[in-house]
């Protein structure tokens, strides 16, 4: 179970404390693995000593949970606070956890969102009860709440903006007239006293004043209009919008390489909010004319990297845009060079510099191309092809042959390729 990713600071020392809080651990042999984000070459981490200890403290409210404990683990798994009442089904429910993988909302898995420790999940909600979850996180957290699920009343005419894919459900409490409300939207009627369309939900009670509703789903995107009618009355009507997202092909990224994001105003409208997660920065909004918009991605780290578009700031989510990061430490940021004499070529230095790439997709090719007069490779040539196959544990020791009186960096760039040869990035 991955228990998160955590960043140590180091001072004047060459020791560091690194302390973190378990699942529980049950009675029996466990197994701990650490993963060293060499992502600067040649710099050695010496796990000095492990302990395991019981947390002890005062047990404040009876659960058998030591009180600091569970308050430090309320700050990272939580549910995100929402309102009692929702206009739309399925309401989308999230949060923070820090294992996500061992979190369950009503017995079942979540989805990932824009970061390794943000979930979400869509509840489909009851029309009539309260809907009831519980969301059980891995360090022994519980939430439990509800969400009702309110009526829309066509009469207000009031306009709404939904997701594709969400439902409403439909009222519309006439004062006049003593026949059964009808609602009618894309081409279908709805009894609100259950009549023969199935769409009558609740209790119409025919006598006047009708209190059913109609669900309706929305599957289809764009601008539609509900109707509400009854003999005696005059009809109403109003709006609902309904949006959808859909990021089509994403641009490849690699760490610290900032990257163009075009999209298309079709797909992604420039109306919704777009949200990025840890280690990806999302620049400012430019539009590029009447059918397409750019943002500019900056990658901090290689792995899953995303952007969410919601519905407003703080609306549910539509869609997570997921990119897989390309993880890449050049000869500036190692800067641990090493020179040495040529023993073949005696006018020559050798210097050697580690570079470090990691999460290449499958088929990836590196090229790295010398492009300064009295600058070579090692066989004479300017330049170097790599696959994953030529890295050890991602890193891979380049060396170049320079002139002894050349002045100034041996100047060289570096490009990875897709399995299709795609530029992913060149720095």
């Known amino acids: 179970m991955d228990t998160g990713r955590r960043r140590l600071i180091y001072g004047p020392g060459p020791n560091n404390t690194l302390r973190l809080i378990t699942p529980h651990l049950a009675q029996g042999v466990h197994r701990l693995r650490v993963e ?35 308050a430090i683990l309320e700050e990272s798994d939580y549910v995100t606070p929402h309102a009692f009442a929702s206009k739309t089904s399925p309401f989308c429910l999230e949060g923070h956890a820090l294992v996500v993988s061992g979190l369950q909302v009503n017995g079942q898995p979540v989805e990932t969102g824009v970061d390794r420790n943000h979930w979400f999940t869509e509840l489909d ?4 009860d309260v809907t009831e979850y519980s969301a059980s996180f891995a360090s022994g957290v519980t939430h439990n709440s509800g969400i009702v699920w309110e009526t829309t009343d066509v009469l207000a005419g009031e306009p709404i903006t939904i997701r594709k894919g969400d439902s409403l459900k439909l009222g519309a409490a006439f004062e006049t007239g003593n026949s059964t409300p009808v609602i009618s939207v894309e081409g279908q009627e709805y009894d609100l006293n259950g009549g023969t369309n199935g769409g009558g939900y609740g209790n119409g009670n025919g006598n006047g004043n009708a209190h059913g509703t109609a669900l309706h789903t929305f599957t289809t995107a764009g601008t539609f209009t509900v109707t509400a009618t009854r003999n005696g009355a005059a009809p109403a009507s109003m709006t609902v919008t309904v949006v959808e997202a859909d990021f089509g092909d994403l641009p490849a990224l690699a760490e610290n390489v900032p990257t163009t994001w075009v999209l298309q105003k079709s797909m992604v409208s420039p109306d919704l909010y777009l949200e990025s997660g840890q280690n990806l920065g999302l620049g400012a909004y430019q539009d590029l004319g009447t059918s397409s918009y750019s943002h500019t991605l900056f990658p901090q780290a290689g792995g899953r990297l995303a952007v969410a578009a919601r519905l407003g700031e703080a609306g549910p989510i539509l869609a997570v845009a997921e990119f897989g990061a390309v993880g890449f430490s050049d000869a500036l940021q190692n800067d641990l060079s090493t020179v040495a004499d040529s023993p073949d070529f005696p006018s020559k230095y050798i210097v050697t510099t580690p570079l470090v790439f990691t999460h290449l997709p499958p088929g990836a090719t590196i090229v790295i191309t010398a492009f300064r007069s009295g600058v070579t490779f090692l066989d004479g040539s300017s330049i170097l092809n790599l696959t994953a196959a030529d890295l050890d544990n991602g890193i891979v020791n380049v060396s170049f042959l320079i002139d002894k009186g050349l002045t100034g960096g041996y100047c060289h760039y570096v490009t990875i390729y897709d399995a299709d040869g795609n530029v992913i990035a060149t720095r």
């Open 36 to 70: 060293i984000d060499n992502m600067i070459a040649r710099r050695t981490v010496e796990m000095l000593s492990l302990e395991v200890l019981a947390p002890e403290g005062p047990d404040l409210d009876g659960n058998g949970v030591v009180h600091w404990i569970e």
């Open 125 to 128: 909600l009851h029309p009539a």
